[in-house]
């Protein structure tokens, strides 16, 4: 092995030390990207760090602060350090400081304040600084950061449950529980993941839904903590008719009800129990899902969970704003009465299925999980 080939990949090495850092931020950094840090010298960490909260030490800063003597460092991050002054002071500025010598990037910020000016202030204080070590990894740490970033709007993911034969509820609107007890902790991880839980009115009254994260479901160490901060709750109701006694409005955290056509009263009462009200333009009789992305981008939501029937999902889907679908099956069949797992009337012949590619197949107790994205969508 060559010089350069050893140190490519000690790179690689402490780059996926830093990944894996970052991953432990990952139910608690909302709105910021998940971010890991190492500081290597002469072959052996000397302190690490991660971004642990908004508003809080970065993972540099945290880094640094386990060490006393950093100069001549490398530093490997997994997200370009910042160069603005935003909750906390510029992560770049605290490197030069310190007398870091070296900073390996996993990838370039996308955000307009930093996007290559971390990297360049860096340079120009006389630091090598190499980026795309694990990039891959490293991109797919933040997709919705990266993608609020780029296309003014969060990641949305599709989370489904359905029969062996793609059946997701029983033409009443029954669907509880199609899945078993491991699937629905997966599903609880995916909302304390998340910045937002989209459901529609009808899927909420049918199952008097709480759209909350769970502790006891969580199937984590630290499910209490990660549980005191719930997930925004977006019902859409285009007409006002979520009742007043609803489960949903009695949870801590927020429950947003988004509307088009307004009745003072009915909005009143709902403000009463405890909802926050949000009229929003209508696109053919309902809610204009890009208005409301529009909306979540301003609220800086990163990662949205969509957890619906199949008319909503399949008109997210036709609006092109799923960006990954995760399918729990059952080893269950429901019949030729159940409804179905996504409606789209649009699609009549093979020429307009739309492809999907999967990123991950797994077992989860006795039901299966399915993770894919519609091809040609980005990570």
């Not at 008097?208 to 109701?237: F, G, H, M």
């Not at 696109?283 to 949205?304: F, H, P």
Request: charged share 20%.
């Amino acid at each position: 092995m060559t010089f350069t080939e050893s140190h490519q990949t000690s790179d690689a090495y402490f780059m996926a030390r830093a990944i894996r850092l970052a991953r432990k931020g990952h139910f608690t950094t909302f709105p910021n990207p998940r971010v890991g840090c190492v500081l290597v010298k002469d072959g052996e960490i000397i302190a690490e760090g991660w971004h642990k909260k908004a508003g809080e030490g970065h993972a540099e800063v945290n880094a640094l602060a386990q060490t006393s003597d950093a100069a001549g460092c490398t530093a490997y991050v997994t997200l370009e350090p910042c160069s603005h002054t935003g909750r906390t002071p510029p992560c770049s500025d605290a490197l030069i400081k310190a007398g870091v010598s070296r900073v390996v990037i996993g990838m370039q910020d996308t955000n307009p304040l930093v996007a290559g000016n971390g990297i360049r202030k860096l340079e120009a204080a006389g630091i090598e600084v190499l980026s795309g070590v694990c990039e891959a990894d490293a991109k797919a740490l933040n997709p919705g950061f990266i993608q609020r970033m780029t296309l003014k709007r969060p990641f949305v993911r599709a989370k489904l449950a359905c029969s062996l034969d793609g059946r997701t509820a029983m033409a009443s609107g029954e669907s509880q529980w199609i899945t078993g007890p491991s699937a629905r902790a997966q599903v609880q991880q995916l909302r304390a993941g998340s910045s937002a839980i989209i459901s529609g009115v009808d899927s909420v009254i049918a199952d008097d839904s709480a759209l909350t994260v769970r502790a006891e479901q969580l199937n984590l160490p630290d499910a209490e903590q990660i549980a005191k901060r719930q997930p925004l709750r977006v019902v859409l109701d285009s007409h006002l008719r979520l009742p007043e006694n609803a489960k949903i409005l009695q949870q801590p955290g927020e429950t947003l009800v988004v509307f088009t056509e307004s009745d003072s009263d009915k909005q009143a009462r709902l403000e009463q129990a405890g909802a926050v009200c949000l009229q929003l333009p209508a696109e053919q009789g309902r809610v204009s899902l890009l208005a409301l992305m529009e909306y979540l981008n301003q609220r800086e939501c990163n990662d949205v969970l969509l957890e619906t029937g199949a008319t909503l999902a399949g008109a997210f889907a036709e609006a092109g704003l799923i960006d990954e679908l995760v399918v729990f099956m059952a080893p269950t069949l429901m019949g030729d009465g159940a409804r179905g797992l996504l409606h789209l009337p649009g699609i009549t012949k093979m020429a307009d299925q739309k492809r999907l590619t999967l990123t991950d197949c797994r077992m989860v107790g006795a039901d299966m999980m399915i993770t894919a994205r519609f091809t040609g969508k980005s990570q």
